[in-house]
C-alpha cells in the first residue's frame, strides 16, 4: 500500500477563494482523521471519521470548515470562504478498527492563504 | 485542546549522547504513543505503550509511562544526526480521539 495520500502538497490561494484538501486512507483502515498544525497551536485534532461517518467534529474552527468521507477510500476538507488565519499544514491520517492503534499520516497540505 | 504537554520545547545535543523528553498529560488514557515528525513531512509512529504497561523499548528508544502522575518519557540512547527532528506524545482515553501534544524539538550534531 501506497500509504495516506494527500492532495495537493502544496496550495497558494486568495482569500475569499473555496479550498478544498483531498485524502486517500489506506485500505482496510476504519479511521481517517484531519489535523492542523501551526506553530502557534500545534496540532490540533480538527474531525475524525469512522467507518466513513463522521463521530467528533467538535475540533472545527469554524463554519467556514465542513469535512465529508463519501466512502472508505476518500475523504475531503473544504474551507469557504477562505481567510489567511487558515494558513498551516493539514494532515489526513488513517488507523486500523481500534482506538488508539497506530495512526499512519499523509505527507500533508501546505495551505497558504494571501 | 491539547492532552499533553512535552518538556523540554527543545533539546540540542550532541551525537553519542542520550536525549530524554517528557510528556504529560491531562485525563486518564488507554494508552499513549510517540511520534516522530521530520521537518516537513508527516508524523512517523514509534512506540505505543498500554496504560497497564510501565516501560518499552523499541531499538535505541525506551519509554516509560506513570500512571499516577500522568506522565510519560522517551529517551533515544545513543543519538545519531539522523533522530534529529521533532517528537510528539499522543493520547486517547474515553473516545476514539487521538490526540497530540505540544512536542519536543531535538536536534544532534554530529
Known amino acids: 500500500d501506497a500509504g495516506v495520500i494527500q492532495s495537493p502538497r502544496h496550495e497558494v490561494t486568495e482569500m475569499g477563494q473555496e479550498v478544498t484538501l483531498r485524502c486517500k486512507p489506506i485500505?482496510?483502515?476504519?479511521?481517517l482523521f484531519w489535523y492542523r498544525q501551526t506553530m502557534m497551536r500545534g496540532l490540533e485534532l480538527l474531525i475524525y471519521f469512522n467507518n466513513n461517518v463522521p463521530i467528533d467534529d467538535s475540533g472545527m474552527p469554524e463554519d467556514r470548515f465542513s469535512a465529508k468521507m463519501p466512502n472508505a477510500s476518500f475523504s475531503t476538507l473544504k474551507i469557504q470562504p477562505s481567510e489567511p488565519r487558515d494558513s498551516a499544514v493539514y494532515f489526513c491520517?488513517?488507523?486500523?478498527?481500534?482506538?488508539?492503534?497506530?495512526?499512519?499520516f499523509g505527507q500533508g497540505t501546505r495551505l497558504t492563504v494571501v | 485542546s491539547q492532552q499533553g504537554e512535552e518538556d523540554p520545547q527543545a533539546l540540542s545535543i550532541q551525537e553519542g549522547e542520550n536525549a530524554t523528553m517528557n510528556c504529560s498529560y491531562k485525563t486518564s488514557i488507554n494508552n499513549l504513543q510517540w511520534y516522530r515528525q521530520n521537518s516537513g513531512r508527516g508524523l512517523v509512529h514509534l512506540i505505543l505503550i498500554r496504560s497497564n504497561e510501565r516501560e518499552k523499548h523499541s531499538g535505541r528508544l525506551r519509554v516509560t509511562l506513570d500512571t499516577s502522575k500522568k506522565s510519560s518519557s522517551l529517551l533515544i540512547t545513543a543519538s545519531r544526526a539522523a533522530d534529529t527532528a521533532s517528537y510528539f506524545c499522543a493520547t486517547s482515553y474515553n473516545t476514539d480521539k487521538l490526540i497530540f501534544g505540544t512536542g519536543t524539538r531535538l536536534q544532534v550534531f554530529p
Open positions: 485500505s482496510g483502515h476504519d479511521y
Open positions: 491520517a488513517s488507523s486500523l478498527n481500534r482506538v488508539g492503534t497506530e495512526a499512519f
